[in-house]
Each structure stands twice: as C-alpha cells, then as structure tokens.
C-alpha cells in the first residue's frame, strides 16, 4: 500500500507557531501538556515520540501490521513489562569518564552492542524503505539484519550500507526455494543466515484486523488476493519457484532442517527464536554458531514470557560457546544494559528505528540509534559500569 502521508509541511509550520505561543509558557511538565508532537527528528527526546508521530503519519493498516501482536497480546505486553522485574544494582566510585561500548560478533567490532533486527516491508513505512535503514545503520555504525521479505534487494541494500549485513531466512516449505535463498545471500557476501524458529504459524493478528477494517483505501491495489502473490512483491523471490506457497510459516521445521541448512552454506548460521535451556543446549550440540533469544516481537506466539525472562537460562545452557542475542521490547538504554548484564552480546532492535523510519525517513533511523546509544551511554555511567565487559550479571537483582 502507499504511505499517503501528503503535505505536512503547513501543519508543521502550525506547530511551530504554537510552541513558540506565550499562552503556553505556563506548561510545566508533560503530564500538564501532553501534546508532545515533534517536528524534527532531534526533537524526540525517546523513541516513544517517534511512535507517536509515525502512529499520526501511516495509514492505519500499516501501523496496524508494524504494531500488532496476536491474540489478546500477552506476550506483546510481557515483553515491556518483563524489564520491570529486573533492578538495577549500581555501583560508586567507578571512573566512568570513558564509556566504551565497543563489542566482538564472530571477529568483527562493532562501536555499540545495538543491531537493526530483520522487519519486513519496510517501504510500507517510508518510500525508502530498507535502503534508508541501511544509509543510517552505516552512519552510526551499526549492525544490521536484512529480512527475507525486505521489499529492497540484499545487494543494494549491502551496496547502501557499504558492507555486507547479516540475512534473516524465512525458510519456505519448498526446500528449492530456500536454497535459493541461501545462495543469493551467499553470493552477496553476507557472513551470517538468521534462520527464523519464533514464527511456526501465522497467529491471530487481531490489531492488525481491526486497523484494517479503519483503513479507507483500496488495499487490492497493492495487495492482490491471489494466494502467494506477495512473494511476487518481494525481490529475494526474483527468478524462484514460488507456485503453491502461501506464506513463510514454519511448522515443519526441526532439528534435521537446521542440520541441512548448515551442509549448504558457508555462512555462520545462527538460530533466531531460541527461548528455553533446552533448545539452547540442542543448538550447540548441532553446531550451530549463534542464537537470538526472541519471541518475534510478540507477533509470533502467545505464551506469556518475555524474551528479557528467558535471557538467563540460555545464556547458562549454552555457557559462553557461542555468542547469544536477544530482541524483542527493546525501548530504553537500561533495557539494553539489563540484557547485557544477564549475558547478551548483542540487542537488537525493531519497532523504533521502523518508528524514525515512518517519521522521517533515514534520520529518523539515525535518530532512534542516536537516542538507544545515549542512553545506554548514560546508564553505563549512572550505574558504575565504564566497559561492556564490566556488565556483568551483578548488576541485576529480581529482589
């Protein structure tokens, strides 16, 4: 679907005028004023102002897609709420004068342990789409994961960021195109597949129902009801046999598969959905090279626990052989300093750089990575904690 934002240069003029009015000199907090709408990227002070505007800038369905969960959306809820049962213990008297956030990922440094996660389509939110998130993943030095439903090529999206990015694998039940798949991220140069776990069905998406009934426009224009037309939309379909896929869930998926994908590729592979000791002491004895503990933002199940909840015992089943990554409900820099001290390597992150992404485009990416890092800077130096490498679990209590 297009984005119809329209002109919004006059209503920004507007609020302009509006902040500048003497009759609100008198607001003193935002619990006073709550109109806290933003006019430039610089002016959001988190990444919750920059939900704001692009929930005011996208059509409904599409923030609908870019913010439901399934269900009743427990786990969407739990996946916020699981930060508050971690606290933070700090410590005095460090020299926190230089902060280095600096991280190792399979022999690459990275300045900060903040990764764009895969989300699809994402010129559903900005007309530049993948290729605005990799112009800003590449200015502020990031990592980032390339979905296999992006609506940019891997190569220009790698040509965009200026070096090779991860890729996500959605992998299909028709074993032809997922080697498919493989190879062209192979060829790209990407290092690393993220094979998806967290997605074995498609769940009851019920926000995004309702927000599409709220949409007036023709959605048939861009969406065909065709079963499978969509793969036709997405350019790392280009040139495969698609015919009889209806979509890119998972429910035949198992140990064997992992096994396969790992006998075609010299790529790391890493599993991305890894939630419980178990699974994770499976991951390391069939060799795999990474795992991203996730419940796919809350859009892929509805078990009720946070993946914040579930770092620890897959970080203790796997005990530091391979590195371990976590997505999901990442909003403030002392989330990010909660996983890191539960044993994350790397955090990755979605909704909010795809909110800068709806705002404003590629500063707004900048924008989100801007903010993230700050306060992640700013909790490393409240908290007594000058290197990530002295983030250690100490840091966190559940009493």
Same mark, same amino acid.
């Given at each position: 679907?297009?984005?119809?934002?329209?002109?919004?240069?006059?209503?920004?003029?507007?609020? $302009?005028?509006?902040?500048?009015?003497?009759? @609100? #000199?008198? +607001?003193?907090? /935002?619990? *006073?004023?709550?109109?806290?709408? !933003?006019?430039?990227?610089?002016?959001?002070?988190?990444?919750?102002?920059?939900?704001?505007?692009?929930?005011?800038?996208?059509?409904?369905?599409?923030?609908?897609?870019?913010?439901?969960?399934?269900?009743?959306?427990?786990?969407?809820?739990?996946?916020?709420?699981?930060?508050?049962?971690?606290?933070?213990?700090?410590?005095?008297?460090?020299?926190?004068?230089?902060?280095?956030?600096?991280?190792?990922?399979?022999?690459?440094?990275?300045?900060?342990?903040?990764?764009?996660?895969?989300?699809?389509?994402? $010129?559903?939110?900005?007309?530049?789409?993948? @290729? #605005?998130? +990799?112009?800003? /993943?590449? *200015?502020?030095?990031?990592?980032? !994961?390339?979905?296999?439903?992006?609506?940019?090529?891997?190569?220009?999206?790698?040509?965009?960021?200026?070096?090779?990015?991860?890729?996500?694998?959605?992998?299909?039940?028709?074993?032809?195109?997922?080697?498919?798949?493989?190879?062209?991220?192979?060829?790209?140069?990407?290092?690393?597949?993220?094979?998806?776990?967290?997605?074995?069905?498609?769940?009851?998406?019920?926000?995004?129902?309702?927000?599409?009934?709220?949409?007036?426009?023709?959605?048939?224009?861009?969406?065909?009801?065709?079963?499978?037309?969509?793969?036709?939309?997405?350019?790392?379909?280009?040139?495969?046999?698609?015919?009889?896929?209806?979509?890119?869930?998972?429910?035949?998926?198992?140990?064997?598969?992992?096994?396969?994908?790992?006998?075609?590729?010299?790529?790391?592979?890493?599993?991305?959905?890894?939630?419980?000791?178990?699974?994770?002491?499976?991951?390391?004895?069939?060799?795999?090279?990474?795992?991203?503990?996730?419940?796919?933002?809350?859009?892929?199940?509805?078990?009720?626990?946070?993946?914040?909840?579930?770092?620890?015992?897959?970080?203790?089943?796997?005990?530091?052989?391979?590195?371990?990554?976590?997505?999901?409900?990442?909003?403030?820099?002392?989330?990010?300093?909660?996983?890191?001290?539960?044993?994350?390597?790397?955090?990755?992150?979605?909704?909010?750089?795809?909110?800068?992404?709806?705002?404003?485009?590629?500063?707004?990416?900048?924008?989100?990575?801007?903010?993230?890092?700050?306060?992640?800077?700013?909790?490393?130096?409240?908290?007594?904690?000058?290197?990530?490498?002295?983030?250690?679990?100490?840091?966190?209590?559940?009493?």
């Amino acid at each position: 679907m297009p984005t119809n934002k329209g002109d919004t240069s006059s209503r920004r003029q507007f609020l $302009r005028f509006l902040a500048g009015s003497p009759l @609100l #000199a008198y +607001a003193g907090t /935002a619990a *006073t004023f709550p109109d806290s709408e !933003i006019v430039a990227p610089s002016e959001a002070l988190n990444v919750f102002d920059l939900e704001e505007f692009a929930r005011k800038s996208l059509p409904p369905a599409h923030f609908g897609f870019l913010s439901t969960g399934v269900d009743d959306e427990v786990t969407l809820r739990a996946n916020r709420e699981g930060f508050l049962k971690f606290k933070i213990r700090s410590r005095r008297l460090v020299d926190t004068r230089q902060i280095d956030m600096r991280v190792q990922l399979f022999g690459r440094e990275w300045p900060t342990p903040i990764v764009l996660a895969p989300v699809a389509s994402q $010129r559903a939110f900005h007309e530049d789409g993948e @290729l #605005a998130s +990799a112009r800003a /993943a590449r *200015t502020r030095k990031h990592l980032q !994961i390339l979905s296999t439903n992006t609506t940019v090529s891997v190569e220009d999206v790698t040509a965009a960021i200026g070096a090779p990015v991860w890729y996500q694998l959605y992998p299909t039940a028709k074993w032809s195109v997922t080697q498919g798949l493989v190879k062209r991220a192979q060829a790209a140069g990407c290092p690393v597949v993220a094979l998806t776990l967290d997605q074995a069905t498609a769940g009851s998406r019920e926000t995004l129902a309702r927000a599409r009934r709220r949409d007036e426009r023709v959605c048939t224009d861009c969406h065909s009801r065709t079963p499978g037309a969509g793969f036709m939309r997405k350019p790392m379909y280009r040139d495969l046999d698609t015919a009889g896929l209806s979509g890119s869930s998972t429910p035949h998926l198992t140990w064997e598969f992992v096994d396969r994908l790992k006998d075609i590729t010299t790529m790391k592979v890493v599993l991305k959905g890894i939630v419980t000791e178990e699974d994770a002491r499976l991951a390391v004895e069939h060799g795999v090279d990474g795992v991203i503990v996730s419940n796919h933002g809350g859009r892929g199940e509805e078990s009720g626990r946070s993946t914040i909840e579930s770092l620890s015992e897959v970080v203790d089943a796997i005990g530091g052989k391979i590195p371990v990554l976590i997505d999901s409900g990442f909003r403030r820099g002392t989330d990010i300093f909660k996983a890191l001290a539960l044993g994350a390597t790397g955090i990755c992150i979605g909704r909010p750089y795809l909110w800068g992404l709806a705002a404003f485009g590629q500063p707004g990416v900048e924008r989100t990575l801007e903010l993230l890092t700050k306060e992640l800077e700013m909790a490393m130096r409240m908290n007594g904690a000058p290197t990530i490498a002295s983030i250690t679990r100490r840091f966190v209590t559940t009493s």
